[in-house]
């Protein structure tokens, strides 16, 4: 019930196109669902976030699609760049309190010029 | 800089050996995690401190240690124990908007 399972490993898009990362949960109390993105030998760093409340966020060029129903969530980056090649995290967790984070297995992104 | 600071950047053990790294936060936050990842791995949580001395262990203790007697610090012992402590690990820290985590740069720590 804790897993967050995340597709594909690895991903290649040409520049310009969309790049897209699937994400899919089982702990329906669940109520915070970020993306990080992480450069080799870095840090990862907050990307995007949501909340259930909402189908969709965008930021940018990064959106954020929500099916609470199917307990799923997307990101999607449009007109992708060189610059976007890292590796992406889908994360879950209840927001309140200690924020106990359950990872997906991360999807390495290159985008080639 | 706020931020969070990780030290040291790159640390080798021998077998048998413990040793302690360290994480210092300057964002005022109350929560602050110890992470662990393995090459072309998620991210698995190793302690958690939601308030000075106070902690929990989170998915993968078993060998790890902690103290958190200071807000600003949660410094993380390696143990002998841990029967395989190559991995990067990250310190985290969390509040303000959304509780959000943020990230320290990591720690290599290799066995030899």
């Known amino acids: 019930q804790q897993q967050v399972k995340q597709s594909p490993q690895s991903l290649i898009v040409q520049k310009g196109g969309i790049s897209i990362i699937n994400c899919a949960y089982e702990?329906?109390?669940?109520?915070?669902f970020p993306w990080y993105q992480q450069f080799p030998g870095k840090g990862p760093a907050l990307l995007i976030a949501i909340r259930p409340d909402v189908s969709e966020k965008k930021e940018g060029r990064f959106t954020i699609s929500f099916n609470k129903s199917a307990k799923q969530f997307s990101l999607h980056i449009m007109d992708s760049q060189p610059g976007d090649s890292a590796t992406y995290f889908c994360?879950?967790?209840?927001?309140?309190?200690?924020?106990?984070?359950?990872f997906g297995q991360g999807t390495r992104l290159t985008i080639n010029p | 800089d706020g931020g969070i600071t990780q030290s040291p950047k790159y640390l080798f053990r021998k077998e048998g050996q413990n040793v302690t790294l360290s994480c210092e936060q300057n964002l005022n936050h109350d929560a602050m995690y110890w992470y662990r990842q393995d090459p072309g791995q998620g991210l698995r949580l190793i302690y958690y401190?939601?308030?000075?001395?106070?902690?929990q262990k989170g998915d993968i203790a078993e060998g790890y240690s902690v103290s958190r007697e200071k807000k600003e610090s949660f410094p993380l012992t390696v143990t002998s124990a841990q029967k395989n402590p190559t991995a990067f690990y990250l310190c985290?820290?969390?509040?303000?908007?959304?509780?959000?985590?943020?990230f320290g740069e990591g720690s290599w720590l290799t066995v030899v």
């Open positions: 994360a879950a967790s209840i927001i309140q309190g200690a924020q106990k984070l359950v």
């Open positions: 401190s939601q308030i000075v001395n106070d902690f």
């Open positions: 702990n329906t109390a669940f109520d915070y």
């Open positions: 985290a820290s969390s509040g303000g908007y959304q509780n959000t985590i943020y």
